[in-house]
């Protein structure tokens, strides 16, 4: 009897504790998604507004630099990557503390990460030198809305190598934006911007692949990006977005500052500087204003990999081509005709139908989140009444 009345009391314990955790994990579920989410979006709005305003005033003060007497495309290329230590402050931020009952994942090793940054920093050095070889040939206006052609590419790379899911808004948001681009094509008959901005049909033509090669390099090396942070890393912090976009800057920056030197480029950079239409100080500004501006962007990108998928990364970006071409035309006297302007149309209308299909997963992702709090309560009920 004695030993039928332990058994019970044990088994009445068990229910008892059982209960109790069931109880916390559905006061957890109840209030740490609200926290959560609030969190993911205060993230989100930073990691946009960063690549939002850095890639237009980059993009314009790159025009500026070509514009008014800057000449260099190795140099132009290199201010793309070389603010790197801005960043290195953000290094020794120490994360906060974890529970000791998480799982620890293992680091990878040091030849696959140097590496991985290794082969990264190869693809942002081509693909800087490309987007600098299309902006000195090509008016913003033009060189933005080309940019556009990235998300396609980038369509292709995710479903391959992320497994990325495409829905018919997602879908309908690549085919508008690839038609956006593709309006451009008609544009390339406006011979008289061409005349206007001192370039050849052929630098033009030229210009155009280049930037339209960059697009889908840059494509490329997102999906990449994505894939190491699953497959290498497998963890997401903010230390881990700073370390990436430091090291595969200065593996860049190695790359760039030995082209510039064999280019023999370099031996000219201070004629150029005491040429610049707008003085020294200005020449200057620029250059650092420049850097500063892409050492962000790179930052927002790859935060933004992080937080969603290089396809969300891309669809930011490209909703931020419209500003610059604006930018351009206010300050530089750019020529905004009506098939830009149409592209501009289709750019937003394609980003709107992108964010109203994450509209869509965040209310079902709440509605299954609502279906195992039901499922909860259903277990808790029976267990008081047993």
């Known amino acids: 009897m004695g030993d039928s009345s332990a058994v019970e009391q044990s088994l009445v314990q068990g229910e008892e504790v059982k209960r109790e955790e069931i109880i916390s994990q559905n006061e957890s579920q109840l209030n740490g998604p609200t926290l959560v989410h609030y969190k993911w979006w205060i993230q989100m709005i930073i990691y946009s507004t960063l690549v939002l305003s850095t890639q237009a005033i980059g993009t314009l003060l790159g025009r500026i630099y070509f514009e008014k007497g800057g000449n260099s495309k190795w140099l132009a290329t290199l201010v793309q990557t070389i603010a790197f230590p801005i960043l290195i402050p953000f290094l020794f931020i120490k994360p906060k503390k974890t529970n000791k009952n998480i799982e620890i994942i293992k680091k990878p090793s040091f030849i696959i990460v140097s590496s991985l940054y290794t082969i990264l920093g190869l693809f942002i050095a081509g693909n800087c030198m490309l987007y600098t070889i299309g902006l000195q040939y090509l008016p913003v206006t033009t060189y933005s809305l080309i940019c556009a052609s990235q998300l396609g590419f980038n369509a292709i790379f995710s479903y ?3 497994k990325q ?5 997602i879908v309908n948001s690549l085919v508008i934006l690839t038609i956006s681009s593709s309006l451009l094509v008609l544009h390339n008959d406006d011979s008289s911007e061409r005349t206007n901005n001192k370039t050849s049909r052929q630098k033009y033509i030229f210009g155009f692949l280049s930037t339209l090669a960059a697009s ?7 999906s990449i990006t994505q894939l190491a942070l699953q ?8 230390r881990l977005i700073i370390e990436m976009s430091t090291y595969q800057s200065i593996s860049a920056t190695m790359v760039l500052l030995i082209g510039l030197f064999a280019s023999g480029e370099w031996k000219k950079l201070v004629k150029e500087m005491n040429e610049y239409e707008l003085g020294k100080i200005s020449y200057v500004l620029n250059l650092i204003g420049t850097s500063i501006c892409w050492q962000f962007y790179t930052v927002g990108s790859v935060g933004l990999i992080f937080k969603v998928s290089s396809l969300f990364s891309n669809v930011i970006s490209i909703l931020g081509l419209p500003v610059a071409p604006v930018l351009a035309v206010i300050f530089l006297h750019d020529k905004l005709s009506g098939i830009k302007v149409m592209s501009m149309v289709l750019a937003i209308w394609g980003f ?18 609502r279906g195992k709090l ?12 047993s």
């Open 160 to 162: 391959f190598l992320n």
């Open 165 to 169: 899911k495409f829905t018919p808004y």
């Open 216 to 222: 889908a390099g840059y494509a490329l090396m997102l």
């Open 231 to 238: 497959k290498v890393f497998k963890k997401e912090s903010f």
């Open 352 to 369: 709107v139908s992108y964010m109203y299909q994450h509209y869509l997963d965040d209310l079902k992702d709440k509605a299954e989140k």
């Open 374 to 385: 039901v499922e909860l309560s259903e277990v808790n009920n029976l267990i008081e009444r």
